[in-house]
């Protein structure tokens, strides 16, 4: 029996994907195509590897702290339980995350194959998947490093390649010659005639130790950095903080450059397992057109669109009617507060917008106008001079930290449920129509007893209206 332990690399921001995916909510939480999210997907294709040999143990996730609870709801509503949340500070890339794994899944005193894959891919063929991955471990359980090459169906100049030493071995375990940065499109063409290369999936299988071991020859410094943040870590349930301090001093690399690219030729030879699986990364628009159902005229639209003569057009509407007249290779997505319209071959060049709301501190660069929190969501309605309009849902028997606010009042009006109501030294009961009237700078708490939502119309008012305008007491969700 092989003793399996899933990690599922859950960092990341997916800017291409603007403005459906954000720093607040990004990619791998999306669902793009089916009813379940990128990261919901993932974690369902990793424990469905069906084979009587493999004890496949709960997944460890690797995420943001701010991304924690996300993650944690929407494995609880797929079914799916975690061995731990393992929360990073600060992004230091994928190498110091997978070196969190490994020390995790080694605490006591095991050695399980890890699978490491990203949260935010697609794969159609869901047993093409599980039989390349059952072939990875079992030859990953014999301490050796193995990653799995996507095989390629197009000469793609956006990833990165992989070539194995024999070009004619078949669909087996094959020996890796070499990594290949993203070529041009002439070498990328050649590539795919001469055979034997493939893409980088960015998914590894190894044992714990085996990793490990390879970042102790290669770099030493993200080892010792990494085992130092872990030694200072707290936990809280299945959170897991290692220590702030000492993850911020750890070097940012990932796995690729830290190790495996180093690993062909050395003492940690690297093996490849083809994946012919339907795989994309849906790294931007134009790949996702690309999965999408289409009708006759290659259109991929999602929503209330309407399309009049109109060819090979995504559309994703999410709030209103979207219609097209007479346009081809376009990309329109539509959010509550935001649209997106791009030319399908420019679709990489979205970071770019990204990048400059970022440096104009707009709030569209990493929220959306709902904003999803531990407690439930809120949603922007409305503001001007001086107020702002807020539509507030707080799931059965949660609530929000006990707070204040220097610079608003604030009224709320229940539409749904009932509230349980702390102002100052009272705390009080009100049900739908009833209404409540919070001062400037008078302690509060909104909270849920009930076993349905709650709702209400939240009506600030004050000098200052912005989300940093809070000061905690307590919080039943460990935030300052």
Not at 385 to 413: C, D, N, T, Y
């Amino acid at each position: 029996m092989i003793k399996v332990a899933p990690v599922i690399l859950c960092g990341g921001s997916g800017t291409r994907l603007w403005p459906l995916s954000r720093a607040g909510f990004p990619k791998q939480f999306l669902c793009l195509s089916g009813q379940d999210s990128l990261f919901q997907q993932a974690a369902q294709r990793l424990s469905n590897l069906d084979d009587p040999d493999l004890k496949v143990a709960p997944p460890l996730i690797v995420t943001g702290e701010e991304h924690r609870f996300l993650a944690a709801e929407q494995l609880r509503e797929i079914g799916i339980d975690y061995a731990a949340a393992l929360l990073e500070p600060v992004g230091r890339n994928t190498a110091p995350a997978l070196t969190l794994a490994a020390l995790a899944a080694m605490e006591n005193g095991e050695d399980p194959v890890l699978i490491v894959t990203p949260a935010d891919q697609m794969v159609t063929d869901g047993a093409a998947f599980s039989a390349a991955m059952q072939s990875a471990i079992r030859e990953a359980a014999n301490d050796s490093i193995v990653i799995l090459g996507v095989v390629p169906d197009r000469p793609e100049t956006g990833y990165g390649y992989i070539q194995v030493e024999n070009a004619s071995a078949g669909s087996g375990v094959q020996v890796v010659r070499r990594f290949v940065e993203k070529p041009d499109e002439a070498t990328a063409q050649s590539y795919l005639v001469e055979g034997g290369y493939f893409w980088n999936a960015g998914m590894f299988v190894l044992k714990a130790s085996v990793w490990l071991k390879a970042l102790e020859q290669f770099r030493r410094d993200i080892l010792d950095a990494t085992r130092a943040a872990w030694a200072h870590r707290e936990a809280d349930a299945q959170f897991i903080r290692p220590g702030k301090a000492e993850f911020a001093g750890i070097p940012a690399d990932s796995v690729d450059y830290a190790v495996m690219e180093r690993s062909p030729g050395s003492g940690f030879p690297i093996k490849m397992v083809p994946l012919d699986a339907g795989w994309s990364d849906l790294g931007a628009w134009d790949a996702v057109w690309k999965v999408l159902p289409k009708d006759e005229s290659g259109n991929a639209h999602v929503g209330d669109v309407l399309a009049v003569d109109s060819r090979n057009t995504l559309v994703h509407a999410n709030s209103r009617l979207v219609s097209l007249v007479g346009m081809e290779d376009v990309i329109v997505i539509e959010t509550s507060d935001a649209v997106l319209v791009v030319n399908r071959s420019c679709s990489q060049d979205v970071k770019h917008i990204v990048n400059t709301l970022g440096q104009q501190k707009r709030e569209e660069y990493a929220l959306h106008r709902k904003v999803h929190r531990p407690w439930g969501w809120y949603d922007s309605l409305d503001e001007g001079g001086r107020f702002k309009v807020k539509r507030i849902q707080v799931k059965p028997r949660a609530s929000l930290s006990l707070q204040k606010h220097h610079h608003r009042a604030e009224h709320w009006i229940v539409v749904k449920g009932t509230a349980e109501i702390t102002n100052g030294d009272k705390v009080i009961l009100l049900t739908e129509n009833q209404s409540t009237y919070i001062p400037l700078g008078e302690v509060h708490r909104l909270a849920n007893p009930g076993s349905i939502p709650l709702e209400i119309i939240e009506v600030q008012s004050g000098s200052y209206l912005g989300e940093d305008d809070i000061v905690r007491f307590e919080d039943t969700y460990g935030r300052q």
